[in-house]
């Protein structure tokens, strides 16, 4: 039977998780500082790719889920959230408005349940709703406030960069959600960390090629002349600390309790993201933000946490 309550030690791996997860957002600001945002996400696959291919085994899934997670997580997730956070938002600001993602993924699920001519595992309801108004009016909020150029808030541009990043990241959802039911159903259960490993050879060469084209190589030069110790521990806190830890063991928790038992603590990225941009940055924490995070975080917490009566009375997670 599947346990429904964290141990100890695993609610301390998912707290590292999030945390990792939450101060990724000032860690890639930090790398900015000297790296091109195309050529610092470059860098991260990188070193996802190498040398941990040489180790692990292709999984057995389709070079097509690998192409679709690559080029989803490579250029749409983490090269529109780099060239975002490079001047047009502030990591606070880019670690809420990217959790959007959760009302990416329940549409792009449903639409593929259809695709597939699957059972839809959720549909929509009421509570889904009253998330999404809750979420939407909280962007209303931040997009009244653009015009920002200082850094510490933000513009239009950085906005939309960030909401398509939250695509990017829906979209990888869904691709690892199917690649592991088509695995599971060959009798072959998915290795995430190799999946992820695997993916990052579609996300290198596509990355590296447009920041060749649009930064060009006298400006990766100088990133990489300019790069200090503080941007070379940044690339590595992207790839070894967020990608390879922090997906790989987030994997093995959905695995070892019920989605409604890990899910919740995903909201606690955005405060550590926060707490670390206001801390290491100084970035402000003006009334508009404060409100804009109450009720984006409102609508995730409505969306994740919201349980069917008829589910409660089953006992069954939602």
């Not at 991260?44 to 040489?54: E, H, M, S, T």
């Not at 080029?71 to 975002?84: D, M, N, R, S, V």
Request: charged share 10%.
């Amino acid at each position: 039977m599947t346990a429904t309550h964290l141990t100890p030690r695993d609610a301390l791996l998912a707290l590292a998780i999030v945390f990792v997860w939450g101060t990724n957002f000032v860690v890639i600001r930090l790398g900015l500082d000297a790296l091109p945002p195309l050529f610092f996400a470059t860098l991260r696959f990188g070193f996802v790719l190498v040398p941990a291919a040489f180790f692990l085994k292709r999984p057995a899934v389709s070079w097509r889920s690998l192409a679709v997670y690559g080029l989803a997580t490579g250029l749409g997730q983490f090269g529109l959230l780099f060239i975002a956070i490079k001047s047009m938002i502030s990591p606070g600001l880019a670690s809420l408005v990217v959790q959007m993602q959760a009302f990416y993924t329940i549409a792009i699920s449903l639409w593929r349940a259809n695709g597939r001519g699957t059972a839809a595992a959720e549909k929509l309801s009421a509570h889904h709703f009253a998330a999404f108004t809750l979420a939407l009016a909280g962007m209303g909020v931040i997009a009244a406030n653009t015009g920002s150029h200082d850094g510490n808030g933000v513009t239009l541009p950085g906005l939309v960069l960030v909401l398509l990043a939250g695509l990017g990241w829906a979209i990888s959802n869904q691709t690892a959600r199917e690649a592991a039911q088509d695995a599971r159903a060959a009798g072959q259960p998915l290795n995430m960390l190799a999946f992820v490993v695997w993916a990052s050879l579609f996300s290198l060469p596509v990355l590296l090629a447009l920041s060749l084209i649009t930064e060009g190589p006298a400006a990766i030069a100088a990133g990489l002349h300019q790069a200090s110790a503080v941007t070379w521990a940044a690339v590595l806190w992207q790839s070894v600390g967020n990608t390879m830890f922090g997906y790989t063991c987030w994997a093995i928790l959905l695995s070892r309790y019920p989605a409604a038992t890990i899910a919740p603590l995903s909201l606690l990225v955005p405060i550590f993201g926060f707490g670390a941009s206001a801390l290491i940055l100084g970035e402000p924490l003006p009334v508009w933000k404060v409100a804009a995070t109450v009720l984006i975080m409102g609508g995730l917490g409505v969306n994740i946490l919201w349980r069917p009566r008829k589910a409660m009375l089953a006992g069954e997670p939602d």
